[in-house]
Every structure is written in C-alpha cells, then in structure tokens.
C-alpha cells in the first residue's frame, strides 16, 4: 500500500513525497523485498537532496538495500553520508580551534 501511494504521488505530481514518505516506502520495500520499488525511491531521494539532507532517510535506503540484500549499495549511501557528516564535524573544529586560539 505504501509502496503504490508513493508511485502515485511521484506519477501523478500534486503532492511531492517528503522524508516522511521515503521513511515510510523504503522498509515497505525491504520487508517485501520489492528492489526495483526501493531503487526507484532511493534515486527519488538521491534526485530531490533529501538523501543527503536527512540522516533518517539515508538509514531507511541503507536498511532497504540490506533487507534485499544488495549490502554495496548500503555501503556506498553509507560511505557518502559518513563523509558528509565528517566534512561538518572538520568543518565545526576548525572553528572551535580558531575561536579557542583568539583566546
């Protein structure tokens, strides 16, 4: 049921399925073992940023490509929202390093 709303609502276009959605369709996808589904809503993702804006989303696709049992795929969403998450945390040291030496 999840999985044909979300159809609907990419195909039809009057309401654009948020992070909510995704969090919704991905396990759908892997408890049914639907791949082509889950691929097509993990590239939805990927395509309107909410894979990498939403850590939520990003552990929905890897735990849907997991429960199918394509585990690269959920290594790769995982490398890349591990390097985005690192990217910040340098980014906030550097700026605790910076304040801390004006001290």
Not at 1 to 21: I, K, L, N, Y
Not at 48 to 70: E, I, R, S, W, Y
């Amino acid at each position: 049921m999840a999985v044909q709303c979300f159809e609907r609502m990419v195909r039809e276009g009057e309401v654009a399925p948020d992070d909510g959605t995704l969090v919704a369709v991905l396990p759908a996808c892997g408890r049914t073992g639907n791949v082509g589904a889950g691929r097509w809503a993990h590239e939805y993702a990927r395509k309107t940023g909410l894979l990498d804006g939403t850590v939520h989303v990003a552990n929905a696709v890897m735990d849907m490509h997991c429960k199918c049992g394509d585990v690269d795929s959920a290594l790769e969403v995982f490398m890349t929202t591990l390097a985005a998450q690192c990217g910040e945390l340098e980014r906030h040291d550097r700026w605790i390093l910076i304040e801390w030496s004006r001290s």
